[in-house]
């Protein structure tokens, strides 16, 4: 059976069509106001978590935090009690704890006097609060979800759909995958297999920065170990010891000289991701919506600290209570329509073309969509209804 995902475009008539206009028509279509309403008498406890990204430092293409506010104005009206809400990353960085976290998220504008709502890190202070979550499937018995996710009766997704180093794509699958995992969910999902090519490798240096870990140095090759023409030269070397699998080391690396060991790993990292999306919503059945916003279509997910050019256009923005539906729909549109940088995969200007495979060929984001349909999450199949 198909799902329905509303879809605003961007084209303004007047001020009163503005992009908050556009948010409050999709969460209306999307009934919003029933989901987020307390169900029991009294209903004092019944909060209404509203996931967001906050964004690295650096990073200047998260979502906006007026966008934010207007879902939570909206979800005030119609009775609910909502926090926003995001966890503590595994990698070192700026918003790995909640201090360093709540302080970068009110740098980037995400105060509660801006957003109208406390804004909460949903694992705790260190990453470490969860609750073990049953979901019994191909990769985990059990996952790991931030306990605030948990403890709230309803949740609301705004996901920025955009490309992801390893997963491809990030949109709201992968929003609730890694955004309501714990620090052990983090881990679980990621897999330690990160290796250096060493043949690729022109030790430059520039992974070691991006690495909190300070699990990467540079060693000179010794003889004997690889071709001639390297013998003597730096090469960049992982410890397996201090490595938590953070990718990060991916993103920085100019010469594609960083990858993962299983031939199949990135099949399996984004079922390990979709797992743990379908755990993050178990006990919520009929109380979660989701917006994705396909705006600044950047390479990287937010967790980069830095921006680059789209990839497309911004497209819009849409809505949906199936995620699977959502994500596929985003999906088409970016593909749809023409690229505005060249990419190694597809060339100049690529209307048609899945841009995230030719950012990236080794990724499989389309089998986010694949398997979340498999393991019962939604559908793929969607019919677009323009609001
Ligand atoms: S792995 Fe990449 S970033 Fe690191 S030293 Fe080698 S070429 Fe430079
Ligand atoms: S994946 Fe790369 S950046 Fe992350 S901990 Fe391992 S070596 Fe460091």
């Not at 987020?36 to 990073?59: C, I, M, S, T, Y």
């Amino acid at each position: 059976m198909s799902a329905t995902v509303y879809y605003a475009d961007l084209h303004v008539k007047d001020a009163t069509d503005n992009r908050l206009a556009k948010i409050s028509r999709l969460c209306q279509a999307v009934g919003l106001a029933a989901l987020v309403q307390p169900k029991k008498r009294g209903g004092a406890d019944e909060l209404v978590a509203v996931k967001a990204h906050f964004g690295e430092r650096g990073n200047d293409t998260y979502l906006h935090p007026t966008f934010a506010r207007q879902v939570i104005d909206l979800i005030k009206e119609a009775g609910g009690k909502p926090f926003l809400t995001d966890t503590c990353t595994l990698y070192n960085g700026m918003r790995h704890n909640a201090v360093d976290h709540l302080e970068t998220a009110y740098l980037h504008g995400f105060t509660p006097y801006v957003v109208n709502a406390p804004v909460v890190i949903a694992d705790g202070i260190i990453g470490m609060s969860e609750e073990l979550v049953p979901v019994d499937l191909k990769h985990f018995k059990e996952v790991h979800i931030a306990r605030a996710f948990r403890e709230a009766s309803a949740m609301v997704v705004l996901s920025h759909f955009k490309g992801h180093q390893m997963g491809g794509f990030g949109g709201a699958i992968k929003n609730l995958a890694m955004g309501c995992a714990s620090y052990a969910g983090k881990i679980d999902q990621h897999g330690r297999n990160v290796v250096i090519y060493e043949e690729a490798c022109i030790g430059c240096g520039l992974c070691l920065d991006s690495c909190r870990q300070e699990a990467i140095s540079l060693k000179k090759v010794e003889e004997g170990k690889t071709k001639g023409k390297a013998k003597g030269k730096k090469k960049a070397k992982i410890s397996k010891k201090k490595c938590i699998g953070c990718y990060e080391c991916m993103t920085v690396c100019k010469q594609k000289a960083i990858g993962v060991e299983q031939p199949d790993e990135h099949s399996a990292f984004v079922e390990r991701m979709t797992e743990y999306a379908y755990g993050a919503v178990q006990g919520k059945e009929g109380r979660v919506c989701y917006l994705n916003f396909v705006l600044n279509v950047t390479p990287q997910c937010d967790c980069a600290g830095w921006s680059d050019p789209a990839l497309v256009p911004d497209l819009g923005i849409l809505a949906s209570v199936d995620p699977v539906a959502l994500d596929t729909a985003c999906f088409d549109l970016v593909k749809a329509a023409p690229g505005l940088v060249p990419l190694p995969g597809c060339g100049d200007h690529c209307a048609g073309v899945d841009k995230f495979a030719g950012l990236r060929p080794e990724t499989r984001g389309f089998h986010q969509m694949e398997y979340a349909q498999s393991i019962g999450m939604g559908s793929m199949a969607y019919k677009l209804k323009k609001v």
